[in-house]
């Protein structure tokens, strides 16, 4: 970094759908809109990366398989491409999104940029902690990497307490909450009233998630089937992952299936949010859940799990309803009020927008990032940056 220019970034996270890597992406982009030069180091394009950003170069990993490998090692291409990377365009920070394996590849490509400094920042997600991090295969890797990045940042209070209990770790793990891009995810009313994928007069009840056994579809169905016996309702179900094929079986089973449709993986997630008249998402656990913000930003209720992170971001009866996931009655009872009180369905809608604008905007939350990002420099590299 040329002093009073604004670091240099490269930004790791899987090219996927997942939040991770939304929020990896939306967060780039936004600190190159405010002059910071990004490196996407990823094995793919990230998700949501517009065709052409000034400021933002994308680095495609490559992972080449050699008959005694098991498998490629990707973690281990991704070190030397992060080292690449930082040498050639003289990087300031590696920021990581989901720990295992991204933060073990900033780890080593530090040591490998010797004497050189690099700041390390490692932002957990949830499931990076929640589930596979604490496998046993990764939980001692997992330990150690959130001990030697240089900052490290949770998505939620939960997470926090989470990260700490499960690992035993005393560090500071600084909570930035993830945040929504207000002017992408609106309301829009007529959309919501008229759509291709209702009969007028019909509702719409949204599901969008990766399809995982942790977002308990089946409960998402079984709502869907007890509130379809008094509402005429249809049931989007966004996204894809290994509960689809079970999610539309039970749908047959119920006697729903008709009334649902599956889209699969979709970029319009805004148009999709702002359509349904409620979000269903009783998660085993959410760290965050950042689609029921995208909901919430698009003044759409949303019912969802009590669990993790989740109580951070809705407030019960405010801006949706929290509910034991496996409980479906209360679920659906929750889930008719909305649908057959539009006077409440409207006051949930705004105090949800009003709480992304307030709380969960870009700007909003972003300084959090540059702030931390400019203590590091100080302290890790012995810069100051001007961004
Ligand atoms: O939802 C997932 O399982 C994917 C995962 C990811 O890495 O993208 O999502 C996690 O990170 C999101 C972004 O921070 C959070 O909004 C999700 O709540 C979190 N998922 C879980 O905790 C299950």
């Given at each position: 970094m040329t002093s009073g220019a604004p670091p240099r970034v490269g930004i790791t996270s899987f090219?996927?759908?997942?939040g991770s890597g939304i929020v990896a992406t939306e967060l780039g982009i936004h600190l190159a809109q405010r002059g910071y030069e990004i490196h996407f180091i990823s094995n793919a394009m990230p998700v949501r990366l517009p065709a052409f950003e000034p400021n933002v170069i994308f680095h495609e990993v490559e992972t080449s398989s050699y008959?005694?490998?098991?498998?490629?090692?990707y973690s281990l291409a991704l070190a030397t491409k992060m080292t690449e990377v930082a040498r050639f365009h003289e990087l300031d920070i590696l920021h990581v999104h989901y720990a295992i394996p991204h933060a073990a590849s900033s780890y080593l490509a530090k040591q490998m940029l010797r004497p050189t400094p690099i700041a390390t920042v490692t932002t957990l997600h949830g499931t990076d902690i929640t589930l596979v991090g604490r496998e046993p295969s990764f939980f001692p890797l997992t330990r150690f990497v959130i001990e030697e990045s240089d900052a490290e940042t949770a998505v939620s209070s939960f997470l926090e307490r989470e990260t700490r209990e499960v690992f035993d770790v005393q560090r500071d793990i600084k909570v930035i909450p993830n945040f929504v891009d207000t002017h992408v995810f609106v309301p829009q009313p007529k959309l919501r009233e008229k759509?291709?994928?209702?009969?007028?007069?019909q509702k719409l009840i949204v599901h969008a998630s990766n399809?995982?056994?942790?977002?308990n579809v089946d409960r998402v169905v079984q709502v869907f089937a007890q509130v379809r016996q008094t509402h005429d309702c249809r049931l989007v179900m966004v996204g894809d992952g290994p509960e689809r094929g079970p999610a539309q079986r039970l749908g047959r089973e119920l006697g729903v299936a008709d009334h649902m449709v599956f889209l699969g993986h979709q970029e319009s997630m805004a148009e999709l949010m702002a359509m349904a008249d409620v979000m269903l998402l009783p998660s085993?656990?959410?760290?965050?859940g950042l689609v029921a913000l995208e909901a919430m930003s698009c003044e759409t209720p949303v019912v969802a799990?009590?669990?993790?992170?989740l109580p951070e971001v809705i407030e019960d009866g405010k801006t949706g309803f929290l509910h034991d996931p496996h409980d479906v009655d209360a679920l659906s009872a929750s889930v008719r009020r909305i649908l057959e009180d539009p006077a409440l369905a409207r006051q949930m809608g705004l105090l949800g927008r009003a709480r992304a604008v307030e709380t969960y905007c870009i700007r909003c939350v972003i300084h959090d990032y540059t702030r931390l990002y400019d203590d590091l420099l100080d302290r890790v590299c012995h810069k100051r940056s001007a961004g």
């Open positions: 090219a996927t759908q997942g008959p005694p490998f098991p498998h490629a090692p759509n291709p994928l209702k009969e007028p007069g399809f995982r056994k942790v977002k085993e656990t959410e760290s965050f799990s009590d669990r993790g992170g």
